[in-house]
Nanobody, 120 residues
Framework: QVQLVESGGGLVQAGGSLRLSCVAS????????MGWYRQAPGKQRDLVAH???????TYANSVKGRFTISRDNAKNTVYLQMNSLQPEDTAVYYC??????????????WGQGTQVTVSS
């Protein structure tokens, strides 16, 4: 009953910027946390950034100072502003959220992923 849909990925040159969006929809009662993960070919899926309901954020060391995560709670949306992109940032980016649905069941959800490619 709950879906996460990412958008905003694409191809950019090193030093460029992208803004990813993730919209949660469906039978949502509340969203406790939202985050972004990424997975490059042959590598594990790693946390990029995370934001909880109170607004506190966490970032992977590799993106600190370059990426910013934010939420629009009224729109059930999380954003990832990515600046100073590097080829090492190339990956499929996945949105994840901890959501309590209208049946009061809390669980994690994942989006389908959006490709980010940074050329040198």
């Amino acid at each position: 009953q709950v879906q996460l849909v990412e958008s905003g990925g694409g191809l950019v040159q090193a030093g460029g910027s992208l803004r990813l969006s993730c919209v949660a929809s469906g039978s949502i009662f509340s969203i406790n946390a939202m985050g972004w993960y990424r997975q490059a070919p042959g590598k594990q899926r790693d946390l990029v950034a995370h934001i909880i309901s109170g607004g506190s954020t966490t970032y992977a060391n590799s993106v600190k100072g370059r990426f910013t995560i934010s939420r629009d709670n009224a729109k059930n949306t999380v954003y990832l502003q990515m600046n100073s992109l590097q080829p090492e940032d190339t990956a499929v980016y996945y949105c994840s959220a901890v959501i309590r649905d209208l049946d009061r069941v809390t669980r994690s959800y994942w989006g389908q992923g959006t490709q980010v490619t940074v050329s040198s």
